[in-house]
């Protein structure tokens, strides 16, 4: 026969012992959760009541898209332009429906300032950053050289792009990238042995040896734009000195070998221009420290390049300026943390030399003098207002593309 069973209840033991064991664990039990609260409401989850609201964030960017968090691939809206994983998060590129005007308030700050208030770098998560750079017409995009290096030379660790697109109506472009490998070479330098940082001059030069194998028989850029102004070919046509901080009012045009030689007589005086022709080869003549990703330099090992970034100034060029270059730029020089290092520029300098190609730094030196005497003859009160907006420039360090993305 059946035993019958026991009442559940624990206040009606049978047993004596049994009933002050139980009342001992009911008091111990009262004091531990007098001593969390007085208030019966406030009792221990499985899931921290701080867990209760996830925050998703979403970006707009211009006047044309979102950037949205989703849980899974299955749960992004069939109006999604691009989607892509970051880290198990799934991220997504939408519409906006109305678009953002950039009268609108919360607008975030850049985490890098790439160039004043023309250009921003925004982290949006972890993993994914977002560039953005003024742009007018007759301007090539960063996005378009990076793609054109990738579809020839994938063995180049150029930045990652994930998409891009011009906003005509905020006149900048847009590039969704995801987060560089590595540290910045700029950061780290100062801790490196001279045999690291010559490694990675070395694996640079490599990378460089490669895309000047595409060549052009005029100074363009790959999609055949005129280029933006710079140390060698002039910081601008004379005739239009800017009054803007971005400083990059309009393209120069395309030359060939022969009428780049002259451009470069007529701007320096000199008869001494190095021959560049028939072909320009391609070459970014923006390969600084700070644009250089490379693996912790531990002592002992090998200085190790992990990814390249900032193509922006990537076109064809004469080839005695990819190895003279590395000696034309102030940003080749570091100054960190109070302490001058040279040693790239004379590292990358000799890489290239050792590639094949010429260096003509003593002819550069006398050229930039030479042309720069002569843009403040020809340009005089000019001159001096382009200089100031030049400093003023080089002054903004918070305000960044005029704020080009919003936390919506």
Not at 93 to 104: D, G, I, M, V
Not at 122 to 151: H, L
Not at 328 to 341: C, Q, S, T
Not at 383 to 397: C, G, K, T
């Amino acid at each position: 026969m059946d035993e019958k069973e026991e009442p559940k209840n624990v206040n009606v033991e049978r047993s004596s012992n049994k009933e002050v064991e139980v009342d001992r664990e009911v008091d111990d039990e009262e004091e531990e959760l007098e001593e969390r609260s007085t208030d019966p409401k406030e009792q221990e989850l499985d899931i921290p009541a701080g867990k209760s609201v996830k925050v998703v964030a979403r970006w707009a960017l211009g006047s044309m898209y979102f950037i949205e968090h989703y849980p899974n691939s299955e749960s992004v809206p069939t109006d999604a332009v691009v989607q892509w994983d970051d880290d198990g998060a799934i991220l997504c590129l939408r519409p906006q429906c109305p678009a953002l005007t950039s009268e609108a308030d919360g607008w975030a700050e850049a985490v890098t300032r790439v160039n004043s208030t023309s250009s921003g770098i925004f982290q949006i998560t972890p993993g994914t950053m977002v560039k953005v750079v003024s742009w007018k017409d007759g301007f090539q995009t960063e996005a378009r050289s990076i793609r054109f290096i990738n579809e020839r030379h994938p063995e180049i660790p150029t930045t990652r792009v994930i998409y891009d697109w011009i906003d005509h109506n905020w006149t900048r472009s847009f590039m969704i990238m995801r987060r560089a490998s590595g540290i910045l070479l700029s950061d780290v330098m100062i801790y490196m042995t001279d045999r690291q940082v010559q490694d990675v001059a070395d694996q640079v030069a490599v990378h460089i040896k490669t895309i000047t194998q595409n060549t052009s028989p005029l100074v363009e850029t790959v999609d055949h734009c005129g280029l933006y102004p710079n140390r060698l070919i002039g910081w601008m046509p004379l005739a239009s000195v800017p009054h803007d901080p971005s400083c990059y009012t309009e393209p120069w045009p395309r030359f060939n070998s022969d009428e780049f030689k002259t451009h470069l007589q007529e701007a320096s005086n000199m008869t001494d221009i190095p021959e560049s022709g028939p072909d320009f080869v391609l070459y970014n003549s923006d390969i600084t420290t700070h644009n250089l990703f490379v693996q912790f330099p531990f002592p002992g090992t090998k200085g190790q390049l992990t990814e390249m970034i900032d193509w922006g100034f990537t076109a064809y060029w004469p080839r005695y300026w990819v190895a003279t270059c590395a000696h034309a730029d102030g940003p080749f020089y570091l100054n960190k943390y109070g302490i001058v290092d040279v040693r790239w520029p004379k590292y990358l300098n000799k890489a290239l030399v050792r590639a094949g190609f010429e260096s003509k730094t003593k002819w550069w030196v006398a050229f930039d003098k030479a042309s720069d005497k002569l843009r403040q003859k020809r340009a005089g009160k000019e001159y001096e207002d382009y200089m100031a907006a030049i400093r003023l420039e080089n002054s903004y360090e918070d305000h960044v593309a005029g704020s080009q993305l919003k936390p919506h």
